[in-house]
Every structure is written in C-alpha cells, then in structure tokens.
C-alpha cells in the first residue's frame, strides 16, 4: 500500500482547505484510513478516520463540525475537508492505513503505512 497526501498550503483563518490522500494497493471493501497531524514541539494526534465497513467517521473533538472526511473508491482516494480553520490547526497532516479493519482510536500504532505528510499553515 503506498498514500501520498496532498493539497496542504497556506490559507488565512476561516477559510479551507481539501486535502487528499491518494492510495494504491488498498482494498475498499474492507480499510481504515485515517488523518492525523503533528506540530512542531508536540505528539501525533489522530483528526479522523473512515471505516469502510460501516462508514464510521470519528473525529477529535477540536475538529468537530469543521473537518468531513470522505472516501472515494473509484478515484482510490480519501478527502479532508477543513473548514473554518483556525491558526492552532497549523500542522503536518499525514493519512495513514490501519493495520486492521477498525479505526482503533486513532492509535497511530495500530497504523502500518504512512504517506509522507503535507503542510498546512493558517495564518491569523
């Protein structure tokens, strides 16, 4: 399986942004893939994730009601669109496949394959 993200840049508060995580390898009838970020000086944090067998989609709470992940298995790719965005949702964004078929919390342990990340930066 490989993901590369993409669609991360430079955007003012309150506006938005769609990021894209393209994947190769992955069966859609049974996946987990999820979005998670890291700033600079602090942990990975998972932001949400798409279950594909019941079409669960958990997101942190600082992200709730801002942030829709979506799927597209025709087009072998998974969406973050990010509303509203503020200056502290400033980070790496990574999406990443579950090892198994679940969302296991956002536990990037539980995570085998990672794309290489993309920047977004919202300025105030």
């Known amino acids: 399986v490989q993901l590369v993200e993409s669609g991360g840049g430079l955007v003012q508060a309150g506006g938005s942004l769609r990021l894209t995580c393209a994947l190769s390898?992955?069966?859609?009838?049974?996946?987990?893939v999820a979005w998670f970020r890291q700033a600079p000086g602090k942990e990975r944090e998972g932001v949400s994730c798409?279950?594909?067998?019941?079409?669960?989609?958990p997101y942190t709470d600082a992200v709730k009601g801002r942030f829709t992940i979506s799927a597209d298995a025709a087009k072998e790719a998974v969406y973050l669109q990010m509303n509203s965005l503020k200056p502290e949702d400033t980070s790496i964004y990574y999406c990443?496949?579950?090892?198994?078929?679940?969302?296991?919390?956002?536990?990037?342990?539980?995570?085998?394959?990672w794309g290489q990340g993309t920047q977004v930066s919202v300025s105030s």
């Open positions: 990443a496949e579950a090892a198994g078929t679940y969302c296991y919390g956002m536990d990037a342990r539980r995570y085998d394959f």
């Open positions: 798409i279950q594909g067998s019941d079409g669960s989609t």
């Open positions: 390898g992955l069966s859609f009838d049974d996946y987990a």
